[in-house]
């Protein structure tokens, strides 16, 4: 399920806040078709209870649906999705190559078929020859994918479609590059998408994309012209930013979402972001603050060095960076606002990302604790093992968790979720209480809360077949 985070973070150049030619963003996503089971009343909610949903090994857990519903699939391919309430399920692919969640739609490439499915409408095939990426508008009414893929992959159309069915799929772009570095990126705005997208065929580097706006309708808007893939989006405030790929140093631009004139508003840049009051964070070494207007001029908001934006708090007071000079593996918390940066770890290892974030997620859900795996080393299968520690941006005060943990994951609010070995514990940090004990024999990063918070599952690491499989209980 995507992550409820109000920020967008985006990288022209660089790994970690999106991929390194531009991936989508991060972004907040409600519920589509029927009603969302994270949308009922207390009183309404089914009263989960520890128990296995379905036996099984080699499984991999994907994420859960606003509806409770688990997608998982097999290293053979069969995807499948199963009722977090009753344990019913559905087999919607055989031979399935990748896929996600998207509120309460699953979707999966299944051989070249794009297959979507929802509770309420059951499974679609939307496009025999599509690609990822598949994404939904953040208020989950409209999908926009690639499709009608020609047999080379050389060249795809964008379609948009009504997630619950009730029309077909319209093309609003076509002959766009659906592989390489500058393969067509789709990131959510509002009740729309802005599109990063070169030609057919293109071997070009990802600098010189062409960023469109496409509404549910699939009708298109060019906003940009030799742009790096990478966008950040503000959807509330109706803005774009991005970087120019044809100029040395880069220079920020932001433009309307609904067209128009794009202002610099500055540059040599790699990094940014918008905040929750329109500005923009960025950094290439160091930190500024900038207008989305151009002016004033940007602000430095530290002397602290900034190699790599990891991610924000919710609200956008502070930025977690990556630092890889002196002091290699730690981590700077950065206020948004000129003031002191605190310099917490060595060889730090974020949170886990969930399913759908385009960055690392260094802060719980409520935006309160950056926490981290500090003193990471690596150990059996490469996996990491260190101190899960969490520490208040705001006053820098650290709140040791665990020993020898190997895995973190925000599951809501305060809490998170960890595993020392395959020993799976929950706490929430929200409070003073100590982590609650939940599940021995845990798969490795196999570990989903649902979106209403109220339930966590998981996949069992044990062989034995009495007890292999995929688990859910109540949520600590």
């Known amino acids: 399920m995507r992550t409820h985070l109000t920020l967008r973070f985006c990288?022209?150049?660089?790994?970690?806040?999106?991929?390194?030619?531009?991936?989508?963003?991060?972004?907040?996503?409600?519920?589509?078709?029927?009603?969302?089971?994270?949308d009922l009343m207390p009183a309404q909610r089914p009263a989960f209870t520890k128990q296995r949903l379905r036996a099984g090994a080699n499984w991999t857990l994907v994420d859960v649906t606003t509806t409770d519903h688990a997608f998982l699939y097999t290293v053979q391919g069969q995807g499948v999705v199963?009722?977090?309430?009753?344990?019913?399920?559905?087999?919607?692919?055989?031979?399935?190559?990748?896929?996600?969640?998207?509120?309460?739609?699953?979707?999966?490439?299944?051989?070249?078929?794009?297959?979507?499915?929802?509770?309420?409408?059951?499974?679609?095939?939307?496009?025999?020859?599509?690609?990822?990426?598949?994404?939904s508008t953040d208020d989950g009414k409209t999908v926009a994918y690639l499709g009608a893929v020609d047999v080379d992959a050389n060249s795809a159309t964008l379609f948009v479609a009504p997630a619950?069915?009730?029309?077909?799929?319209?093309?609003?772009?076509?002959?766009?590059?659906?592989?390489?570095?500058?393969?067509?990126?789709?990131v959510p705005a509002g009740d729309r998408f802005v599109v990063s997208h070169c030609p057919a065929g293109?071997?070009?580097?990802?600098?010189?994309?062409?960023?469109?706006?496409?509404?549910?309708?699939?009708a298109t808007v060019e906003l940009a012209q030799n742009a790096w893939v990478g966008v950040a989006v503000d959807a509330a405030r109706g803005s774009v930013a991005y970087a120019t790929g044809s100029f040395s140093p880069a220079e920020l631009r932001v433009v309307p979402l609904a067209g128009g004139q794009a202002v610099t508003a500055a540059t040599g840049v790699l990094e940014f972001g918008f905040l929750a009051d329109g500005a923009l964070v960025a950094a290439?070494?160091?930190?500024?603050?900038?207008?989305?207007?151009?002016?004033?001029?940007?602000?430095?908001?530290?002397?602290?060095?900034?190699?790599?934006?990891?991610?924000?708090t919710t609200d956008g007071a502070y930025v977690a960076c990556s630092i890889t000079g002196p002091g290699s593996g730690s981590t700077a918390m950065m206020p948004t606002t000129p003031g002191?940066?605190?310099?917490?770890?060595?060889?730090?290892?974020?949170?886990?990302?969930?399913?759908?974030?385009?960055?690392?997620?260094?802060?719980?859900?409520?935006?309160?604790?950056?926490?981290?795996?500090?003193?990471?080393?690596?150990?059996?299968?490469?996996?990491?093992?260190?101190?899960?520690?969490?520490?208040?941006p705001r006053?820098?005060?650290?709140?040791?968790?665990?020993?020898?943990?190997?895995?973190?994951?925000?599951?809501?609010?305060?809490?998170?979720?960890?595993?020392?070995?395959?020993?799976?514990?929950?706490?929430?940090l929200a409070t003073t209480n100590p982590p609650a004990d939940v599940a021995a024999k845990v798969a490795h990063a196999q570990v989903r809360a649902n979106p209403a918070g109220d339930a966590i599952v998981w996949l069992s690491s044990d062989t034995d077949p009495a007890t292999s499989g995929l688990w859910v209980a109540p949520m600590p």
């Not at 990288?11 to 994270?38: E, F, I, N, W, Y």
């Not at 409520?366 to 260190?386: N, R």
């Open 395 to 428: 006053t820098g005060a650290a709140r040791p968790i665990a020993g020898d943990a190997t895995f973190a994951r925000a599951l809501g609010g305060g809490r998170v979720g960890f595993l020392v070995g395959d020993a799976l514990s929950v706490i929430d």
């Open 164 to 186: 619950d069915g009730s029309r077909a799929p319209r093309a609003a772009l076509t002959g766009i590059a659906p592989i390489g570095r500058c393969s067509a990126r789709i």
């Open 202 to 218: 293109s071997t070009d580097y990802g600098t010189h994309a062409t960023l469109t706006a496409v509404d549910a309708n699939g």
């Open 284 to 312: 290439r070494g160091t930190l500024w603050r900038v207008r989305a207007s151009g002016s004033p001029a940007p602000v430095e908001l530290s002397t602290q060095t900034c190699d790599h934006l990891i991610g924000p």
């Open 11 to 38: 990288v022209t150049a660089t790994l970690l806040a999106v991929a390194a030619l531009g991936a989508g963003c991060g972004d907040s996503h409600s519920s589509v078709g029927m009603t969302p089971m994270s």
């Open 82 to 135: 199963v009722s977090l309430v009753d344990g019913s399920e559905v087999t919607i692919a055989q031979h399935a190559r990748r896929g996600g969640v998207l509120h309460d739609l699953v979707w999966v490439i299944d051989d070249r078929a794009l297959v979507v499915w929802t509770a309420a409408g059951g499974t679609r095939t939307l496009d025999t020859s599509a690609f990822d990426p598949i994404e």
């Open 340 to 392: 002191m940066a605190r310099v917490v770890g060595t060889n730090v290892v974020p949170m886990s990302p969930r399913a759908g974030d385009a960055y690392q997620q260094p802060f719980t859900d409520d935006g309160k604790w950056l926490v981290f795996i500090d003193g990471a080393t690596a150990g059996t299968g490469g996996v990491v093992a260190g101190s899960l520690t969490a520490v208040d």
